[in-house]
């Protein structure tokens, strides 16, 4: 696995590992609870200035800039 980054800064098209949710207790368990947790596989699948989406268990889950940035991934080889 390659080094630690945000979310909003992965590159769009490859697999990641989330290694570590920097959010406000309340927000990373609805994000466990929809399957977005640590050591999980995710896609992200676009991007823009502002929000993310990313693929996670056949499910699309959309994020702001902000929360992406505290979501820490790592790219799978």
Known sequence: MSSPLSLFNAPVGKQLCVQRLG???NV??????M????NTVVRCISRNGVCLICEV???RVGFNA???EDILVSQLE
């Open 23 to 25: 959010l406000a207790p």
């Open 28 to 33: 990373c368990t609805r994000l466990r609870e």
């Open 35 to 38: 399957g977005f947790c640590e």
């Open 57 to 59: 268990r056949n499910t």
């Open 66 to 68: 902000a929360l992406a």
